[in-house]
């Protein structure tokens, strides 16, 4: 059974940036699954951010490309977020999530961390 | 960007009842890639549908997925106390991958 457990600061000040890591256990990252973020303000819907592969290759949301890097971690079996230039509209649950490696939904979620950007 | 539009936005029925979520693109998505996930609050989203009509391990048959191009749907044949929550279909044949605003099932 694969898990994903998110980790990174619950609180980080305007301007700066959001750095979150996924940490992948009963499964490994170098399957043939693409690995995604996505983001859900408090009481809104879900937004996704972007996918990567393990060999690198990614994937962004136009909406967020120019702020946002994802990487992979092979040896830690990790992939982690970068946001940068954060401000109040970035405060959300941040998930971290497998796409099926045929048909791209995503079928298993981390539990979600806050990431709250105020000063 | 496909943009879903889901409706009702809320539904107010009662256990036992029969439930159907609309889910609309603004351009054709292939079935194979239009999927339903079911949110309570505090968790995270749990994957009930893909391929529009396949159910995901261990979801109940009383859920079920249709449709096609772009109109989908999903429907719920007799509730249950447990399947109040807010539902989401979700599209990943065109990037970027996009969700629908949601439908918040509420007991009536």
């Known amino acids: 059974q694969v898990q994903l457990q998110e980790s990174g600061p619950g609180l980080v000040k305007p301007s700066g940036t959001l750095s979150l890591t996924c940490a992948v256990s009963?499964?490994?990252?170098?399957?043939?699954?693409?690995w995604s973020w996505i983001r859900q303000p408090p009481g809104k819907g879900l937004e996704w951010i972007a996918e990567?592969?393990?060999?690198?290759?990614?994937n962004y949301n136009p909406s967020l490309k120019s702020r946002v890097t994802i990487s992979v971690d092979k040896s830690k079996n990790t992939f982690s977020l970068k946001l940068s230039s954060v401000t109040a509209a970035d405060t959300a649950v941040y998930y971290c999530?497998?796409?099926?490696?045929?048909?791209?939904?995503?079928?298993?979620w981390g539990q979600g961390t806050l990431v709250t950007v105020s000063s | 960007e496909i943009v879903l539009t889901q409706s009702p936005g809320t539904l107010s029925l009662s256990p036992g009842e029969r439930a159907t979520l609309s889910c609309r693109a603004s351009q054709s998505v292939s079935s194979s890639y239009l999927a339903w996930y079911q949110q309570k609050p505090g968790q995270a989203p749990r994957l009930l549908i893909y391929?529009?009509?396949s159910r995901a391990t261990g979801i109940p048959d009383r859920f079920s997925g249709s449709g096609s191009g772009t109109d989908f749907t999903l429907t719920i044949s007799r509730l249950e106390p447990e399947d109040f929550a807010v539902f989401y279909c979700q599209q990943s044949g065109s990037s970027p991958y996009t969700f629908g605003q949601g439908t918040k099932l509420e007991i009536k």
């Open positions: 009963g499964g490994s990252i170098s399957s043939s699954n693409w």
């Open positions: 999530a497998r796409n099926d490696q045929l048909w791209w939904y995503f079928d298993y």
């Open positions: 391929g529009a009509s």
């Open positions: 990567i592969y393990h060999s690198g290759s990614t």
